[in-house]
């Protein structure tokens, strides 16, 4: 076909579906205009439309059907295709009503957005696709989802037509520029009183199992998958072609608004032995009058605001409630979920910092905001990485300087740790190995069955058990090496070979 009787033929189109009551917008889409390349078009429809006949004019002046503008021929009812969904009008109706909604708690200057579109949009496209190919049989679209061949219109899919159409409505209502990147997101939900009535027959056309006992499922993806394999006549048999004209507005159901999580990172100190790291609750009791997460998640609020139910605390392992963490700290992170403003300032890190270490139970330091990226570091740490401590431990042997030597001359060890008595309720009984790279003991002056002991552990060994031998489940243990039995009165982590966080702190 050559160029001159294509003009022809698209003009034809356009005419067609003016006379089915389409919208500019679902015209052009219908025309196989694509949003990235011609955006305008779908912005200034009308505009588009005019230009494109006035130009078919131009070449073809005895083409009498074309003198009219597309505003005089069109029709003031609601588009069989969209419901509207397209139309200016129609987003702004959406719009006047976000003024209820919290959009402007959130301090971001961006935002993007989707839009999750009655169920029935995409059989009713089908339905006038049918309605075109019918009238239309050496037009060049094949189907609404995929090209055969060089030249077939695949139809744009209708979120990118709303943005180009709605895009500029809706950040002039919430004053903020939508961006692509953003880390704010709008989900906006249109509702249609009739569309189940409307996707109705695909339950029996499919009989589409959803993951509830005797329940079909028309879930949006499963519609616009099944119609891609549907013969036409089939779905003429079930649904209007060309789809009737819908006497009822699309209206908003609701949006969902979520902010991308942020997360501060840092290292904590524990300086009581009376603390757990997160709440220790059993059957309603709290077992730990203080925890880390607690004193810090109540400093982040005060600061900044955030609401603590969207808080989760992870760390890079854990100590006992009766261990400190000292030295250079354990690392941590902080997961704000949906976080209202993520512009934090140093002086706000530093007053998070000064309000946690007045509580004289737990200190931070290094805090910062860290990119997710990160974190898989404190996960793989958790596997991999040594850790130091240093212990008070009491022996009954008679000989304390015997002692020293013995565990003095030892040089790296193996253990050899059958799952420890306090965690057998909850963890699988195995034994796993464990590797003791450094080990040293101290006399203390003036005692005769004191020591400071000082290991350098793999992760995952349980140092109390080595120390006292947990009833002969852990072997070698510090009481098989002395010959006696030796237990800690007192346990310190003082170091966690782990960089975290990455950044230097300012």
Known sequence: MDSSNSTVETIAVVNFLLESSCCYRCIIRFLGIQVPENEKAYRKPREYLNTLLDDHKTVNPEDNNSDESVAKRSKPNICPVCLDCFEQKTAERIVSN?????????????????????????IRAHGMLLHLK????????????????EGDIVIEPPHKIFRSSAGEIISKAINKQYHPKSN??????IG???????????????????SRKNQIETSRNNINEYLKGLDDQTFKNNFPVPPQVPNI????????ITAEPIYLGGRYFKFKRTIGQTPWVINGVSLAPHNVE??????????????????????SGREDVDVRMLGSGRPFYIKVDNPKNRNISLEQIQEIEKQIIKSELVAVIKLQVVHPSDLVRIKHGEETKR?????L??????????????????????????????VLHRRTLMTRKREIPIISAAEIPGQSNLFELEIVTQAGTYVKEFVHGDFERTVPSVSSIVGYPTDLVALDCVNIDLVWPEAPDT
């Open 98 to 122: 976000f003024a209820s909604l919290s959009i402007k708690d959130y301090e971001y200057k961006t935002f993007i957005f989707n839009v999750s579109f009655p169920k029935c949009l995409a």
């Open 134 to 149: 019918k009238h239309f049989p050496d037009y060049k679209f094949k189907n609404l989802y995929e090209k055969e061949k």
């Open 184 to 189: 704010l997101s709008l989900l906006i939900t």
């Open 192 to 210: 249609y009183e009739n569309d189940n009535l409307e996707v109705n027959n695909m339950k029996n056309i499919f009989k589409i199992k959803s």
């Open 249 to 256: 507005e699309v209206q908003l159901e609701k949006v969902d």
């Open 294 to 315: 607690e004193i810090i998640f109540d400093a982040v609020t005060n600061v900044l605001r955030f609401n603590k139910k969207y808080m989760t605390f992870s760390s």
């Open 387 to 391: 850790k130091t401590y240093r212990g």
């Open 393 to 422: 431990c009491k022996t009954t042997a008679p000989n304390i300087k015997d002692v020293i030597s013995k565990i003095n001359a030892q040089k790296e060890l193996t253990i050899s740790q059958l799952t420890v008595m306090r």
